[in-house]
């Protein structure tokens, strides 16, 4: 049997993290229809169901200062992401600006395409369509998860909602990290593999017996 969904686990880095289970992200998409937050439920939609990182759903604004360990050397830099705004929204696709700025079109299934164009016709041109500092965001999702019945809601945060969508998506895809690769959009392949590496205790036993014959 797999760990109960929204179990804390500890990281190698000795960090909890959650795991949300199919169920617990679908009650917290009916919760937010239900209230008629249609803001809360497309920020849950967009990471959960189609992998977007935070920033790129509410953009932010960043001057990042550091010192590189190898030279020594001060190095200042400023980081700036639009968010998702009016404009981005088309037809069956949505264009997702990723750190770097690359720009990626991605395909949105119903029914968050349709809201999605309703959340845009509301808005103007150049205007986010989720205006929210990231911040705020995961006060949003902390309330959604303890809503839902989610153990431990107040360690939720944005990136689990990725997590669960590269796990879920890695049984979708067969374990095939190339696939899984290009629906995260990830640069470097071994990011993408830790939620392939990631099985179920039944997953492991499964292939273990199989092995073993």
């Known amino acids: 049997m797999s760990p109960p969904a929204g179990t804390v686990k500890v990281s190698r880095e000795g960090v909890p993290e959650l795991r949300l289970s199919d169920q617990e992200?679908?009650?917290?998409?009916?919760?937010?229809?239900?209230?008629?937050?249609?803001?809360?439920?497309l920020l849950i939609a967009l990471m959960a169901r189609r992998g977007w990182r935070v920033s790129s759903v509410v953009g932010y604004e960043k001057h990042s200062r550091y010192v590189q360990k190898k030279t020594g050397v001060l190095v200042e830099k400023d980081y700036s992401l639009p968010g998702l705004r009016r404009e981005d929204v088309g037809e069956d696709s949505v264009?997702?600006?990723?750190?770097?700025?690359k720009v990626q079109w991605q395909y949105i299934?119903?029914?968050?395409?349709?809201?999605?164009?309703?959340?845009?016709g509301k808005t103007y041109f150049g205007e986010r369509l989720i205006?929210?500092?990231?911040d705020h965001c995961n006060?949003?999702?902390?309330?959604?998860?303890?809503?839902?019945?989610?153990?431990?809601?107040?360690?939720?945060?944005?990136?689990?909602?990725?997590?669960?969508?590269?796990?879920?998506?890695?049984?979708?895809?067969?374990?095939?990290?190339?696939?899984?690769?290009?629906?995260?959009?990830?640069?470097?392949?071994?990011?993408?593999?830790?939620?392939?590496?990631?099985?179920?205790?039944e997953e492991e036993k499964q292939i273990l017996d199989a092995a073993a014959k």
Do not use: C
């Open 131 to 134: 205006p929210w500092t990231e």
């Open 139 to 201: 006060d949003v999702l902390v309330d959604y998860a303890r809503a839902a019945g989610v153990s431990h809601p107040e360690r939720i945060h944005a990136h689990r909602y990725r997590h669960y969508f590269g796990t879920h998506m890695s049984r979708n895809v067969g374990g095939d990290v190339l696939k899984l690769k290009s629906l995260m959009a990830h640069k470097d392949i071994r990011a993408t593999a830790i939620y392939v590496a990631e099985l179920t205790p």
């Open 25 to 41: 992200v679908g009650e917290m998409e009916r919760i937010s229809l239900e209230r008629g937050d249609l803001q809360g439920h």
């Open 95 to 101: 264009a997702v600006h990723m750190k770097g700025g």
């Open 109 to 120: 299934t119903e029914p968050y395409m349709s809201r999605l164009k309703e959340l845009a």
